[in-house]
């Protein structure tokens, strides 16, 4: 039976509309509705740890490979380590999960300093959805929130057969093309600052010399995966690889 606190929410609150919203993508009516619209609260407009969505970004980042971990481990009982570590890593990059955003419509909520971010935008979907994820662990708990994932997004946004068969080692894809085209590549930590207490990268990729491509992450070699991927995305190399 649902709680009084949720009835409240979806038909007498002001924020009535976020809501129901939430309630349309995860199928969780919220209790704590601040929590959730400081998941639409981005650190360029909202300063302090306490007001912006980095803090549940990072436990949902944490959550959201635990479950899809469990998920895999499950659904491919006979698969070694290596396949399930490689399963998870494609579904849960930031081009898959910037899709998963998207799709979800989070960034038409987002509120952000459009003028401050540049190429930084392109991973706000992803973001914003794993702060979603945080906050609906917060509110309603581990069971709750892998119902979520495993029914909402895993079995209906993420085509999981299909990523098993994609290759998306893009470091790997952008070094065949280098070595195909006779070119040198080159990646350079361009920035190391400290996000949430960890070390976090961006990445330059050169090739002969010519920046190409950034990447970012919470290691070198995630960054570089990253800025790989865009240098793939940049030079419009998909067909001519995949041919």
Do not use: W
């Not at 930590?189 to 920046?211: C, D, P, Q």
């Amino acid at each position: 039976m649902p709680s009084i606190l949720k009835i409240y929410n979806r038909f007498f609150s002001s924020d009535k509309e976020l809501a129901n919203y939430i309630k349309g993508i995860t199928g969780i009516t919220p209790k704590r509705l601040n929590l959730f619209k400081q998941v639409f609260q981005h650190r360029s407009k909202f300063i302090e740890p306490e007001e912006n969505n980095e803090r549940l970004e990072l436990l949902g980042d944490s959550i959201l490979d635990a479950i899809v971990c469990e998920y895999l481990y499950k659904k491919y009982p006979y698969k070694e380590e290596g396949f399930i570590t490689e399963l998870r890593s494609k579904i849960v990059n930031r081009k898959s999960l910037n899709e998963v955003g998207n799709r979800l419509g989070l960034v038409e909520k987002l509120k952000y300093n459009r003028k401050s971010m540049n190429d930084v935008s392109r991973d706000l979907a992803g973001n914003t959805f794993e702060a979603l994820v945080g906050a609906v662990y917060i509110d309603s708990g581990f069971l709750c929130t892998r119902t979520f994932l495993q029914k909402r997004i895993l079995r209906n946004l993420i085509d999981v057969d299909m990523l098993e068969e994609t290759n998306t080692d893009f470091k790997s894809r952008i070094y065949h093309y280098v070595q195909r085209e006779g070119k040198s590549i080159h990646f350079k930590v361009a920035e190391e600052r400290s996000r949430n207490g960890r070390a976090y990268f961006t990445i330059h990729l050169e090739i002969s010399g010519k920046f190409v491509a950034c990447g970012e992450g919470f290691s070198k070699k995630i960054a570089e995966q990253n800025a790989s991927m865009n240098a793939i995305n940049e030079l419009h190399l998909d067909d001519k690889m995949e041919s």
